[in-house]
């Protein structure tokens, strides 16, 4: 019996102690993520195996690789983990194209003119060409940018880049996602003042963005959300943010415009573990 009420003081020691510890000593400050209820109308996709017919391009040979962009000479161009971007010419050969000190590029864009916009979560938003690399912005209303995760370019030259989280990092985003708050922003950076200003701010890990066929509306994907958006730029509602796909199978990551007009949207293979966690999304 004392052997047992022991036992019984230990794991209530044990018990007190792991829960002050999270409590006051936990990283994060969590909110409850409501997700909306699918109604039964919601359309399923039928299953099919498109995906299995793939052509894996680069295997082996590159490290991490986030966003793929397609210059107007048909290259196809991705920045990986090592700090590579690796071009790879129509003929099927790979071109060490830039290196750059960072193991934080995430997603890309081809400018109309020549180069390359790249997203590095350290630095902020970069521009590669031929001649060395640009730093375009570093900072957003006097703070640093962090995090700047995907960009499109407009044919006016602005650029739509998004901030996946302005209080984690690449290194602790899953941190950001037990948090379940916004701290998702788009920023646009205006070429002719170099000017860079928050175009919306309180997104659920802002991910991938792109730009409609007529560039009327920019579509942004919030991954913890299972949502996309749409942010209006031009027209009556012009400056109104809408919902344009919710109830995801799972979180949307990059998302780019298909030649047809319609968008194509990565969703997240999350862990195992993680999908025990939440119930059937359909
Ligand atoms: C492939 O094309 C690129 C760009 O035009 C060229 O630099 C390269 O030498 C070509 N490689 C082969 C194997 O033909």
Known sequence: MA?????????????????????????????????????????????????????????????????????????????????????LHRNGSWEDWKKFESNTLLGIATPKRDG????????????????????????VGGSEIRFADDAIEASDGSIYFSVASTKYGLHDWTLDLL????????????????????????????????????????????TFRFRCLKYWLKGESKGKTEVF?????????NINLAPDGSFWI???QFLKAWSLCIPPRH
Do not use: M
Not at 245 to 253: A, F, K, R, T, Y
């Open 245 to 253: 796909v919710e109830n995801l199978p799972s979180g949307p990551d």
């Open 116 to 139: 390359l916009i790249v997203c590095d979560a350290d630095k902020g938003l970069l521009k590669f060409t031929d001649d060395g690399v640009t730093v375009l912005a570093s900072h």
């Open 3 to 87: 052997v047992f009420k022991k036992c019984l003081v230990f794991l209530l020691v044990l018990l007190t102690a792991f829960a002050l510890q999270i409590i006051f000593f936990s990283p994060i400050s969590p909110d409850i993520l409501e997700l909306p209820l699918t109604s039964p109308s919601a359309s399923v996709p039928p299953s099919n195996n498109q995906l299995q017919k793939v052509i894996k391009l680069g295997e082996g040979l590159l490290e991490g690789p986030e966003d793929v962009a397609v210059d107007e000479d048909g290259a196809l161009y991705t920045a990986t983990r090592g700090g590579w971007i690796r071009r």
């Open 179 to 222: 948090e379940a708050k916004p701290h998702g922003q788009i920023l646009k950076y205006d070429p002719s003042t170099q000017h860079t200003s928050i175009l919306l701010d309180g997104l659920y890990f802002a991910n991938g963005v792109a730009l409609s066929k007529d560039e009327d509306f920019l579509l942004l994907c919030e």
């Open 266 to 268: 990565a969703l997240i």
